[in-house]
């Protein structure tokens, strides 16, 4: 079993504790830089003041890069079948 560790993340000038697994902390440390360097960007790029906008912004942004590539994912991998599938179909062929 891994050990729990206390932790505090700071998330738009918020301070969150957590209890986690010794193993997720890095994840949950570069999780949250990504998400202050988002909310950056979007306050610059967009003049967004309201943090619970900058917020919602970031949650679709990093939402819409999963869908993504489950997409791009399911997409490769249709791709490998056809291949292998046309691969065996040689094999078989000659066999």
Do not use: W
């Amino acid at each position: 079993m891994s050990e729990k560790l206390k932790i505090k993340l700071s998330i738009a000038n918020r301070v969150y504790p957590l209890t986690i697994d010794s193993s997720q902390e890095e994840g949950l440390r570069k999780a949250a830089k990504n998400i202050e360097v988002m909310i950056k960007q979007f306050e610059q790029s967009y003049s967004v003041r309201d943090k619970q906008d900058v917020l919602a912004m970031c949650a679709l942004q990093f939402a819409s890069q999963v869908e993504q590539k489950s997409i791009d994912t399911a997409t490769v991998s249709e791709h490998v079948e056809e291949k292998l599938n046309a691969l065996n179909d040689l094999l078989q062929s000659h066999i």
